[in-house]
């Protein structure tokens, strides 16, 4: 079990710590109690949170509306939940 990601059943649940405006788009390893994660996508009009929601997708192979953003709408520690995946979150963090 790990601090950062909890799984019930079908449902996991992520935190994260977000740094929009990045470079590029990637996992940049754990910060504290969250997996951070950089997005190249700037931190207006939620594009960074759209960015963020498209990227757990992929990462979990899943549509998009199958992820949900549960916490943090306007913060950098957001809390996002996956349904139906079968990517354990541990192959994250190597």
Do not use: C
Request: net charge positive; hydrophobic share 45%.
């Amino acid at each position: 079990m790990s601090g950062w990601y909890r799984q019930v059943g079908e449902t996991i649940t992520l935190t994260l710590h977000i740094q929009p405006g990045a470079k590029r788009t990637e996992i940049a390893g754990l910060h504290g109690d969250a997996l951070k994660i950089r997005l190249s996508a700037p931190p207006i009009d939620g594009a960074a949170n759209e960015a963020l929601l498209k990227l757990i997708a992929d990462i979990f192979n899943v549509p998009v509306r199958q992820v949900e953003l549960k916490q943090g709408g306007q913060s950098r520690r957001k809390v996002v939940q996956v349904q139906g995946s079968l990517v354990s979150p541990a192959q994250l963090v190597v």
